[in-house]
């Protein structure tokens, strides 16, 4: 599946320099996952209340280029499920359709508890997993 997300780069988002600083792209592709979560129609507050939550485990980050004050962003991302539990998603932060940063960031579902375990039904591989 792919998802593009706008990004709108403001001063609050820069360092002494006019630059992103770097760790804001982790928010900007965090905030394009949200977005595919809702846009899959997953309730993360349901699912919270019933014990179960996403965790990111691994980000492999490559910072390309730079974006600086008053840039527009598009966080273009395909993602699919690895595995009962597994949630992988490759991010592009492009800038006039040029890729500044690149990320692989994997996700699990887990309970309240720190314990993994199955993916949403609308995320596996497989319909015959079992719900959780």
Same mark, same amino acid.
């Given at each position: ?41 997953? *309730? #993360?507050?349901?699912? $919270?209340?019933?014990?179960?939550? !996403? ?10 280029? %730079? ?22 998603? *490759? #991010?592009?932060?492009? $800038?006039?359709?040029?890729?500044? !940063? ?10 309240? %508890? ?19």
């Amino acid at each position: 599946m792919s998802h593009s997300f706008p990004v709108r780069i403001f001063y609050e988002d820069t360092d002494m320099a006019g630059i992103v600083y770097y760790a804001n792209y982790l928010r900007y592709i965090e905030r394009a996952r949200s977005d595919i979560v809702e846009q899959i129609g997953l *309730d #993360q507050r349901a699912m $919270r209340e019933k014990g179960l939550v !996403f965790a990111v485990t691994r980000v492999e980050a490559d910072y390309i280029g %730079a974006a600086r004050f008053g840039d527009r962003l598009e966080v273009q991302t395909t993602h699919q499920a690895e595995g009962p539990v597994r949630w992988v998603f *490759d #991010q592009d932060v492009l $800038r006039d359709g040029k890729i500044i !940063f690149r990320a692989k960031v994997t996700a699990v579902c887990m309970t309240t %508890a720190g314990k993994p375990t199955r993916l949403p039904a609308k995320l596996r591989l497989s319909d015959s997993d079992p719900a959780p």
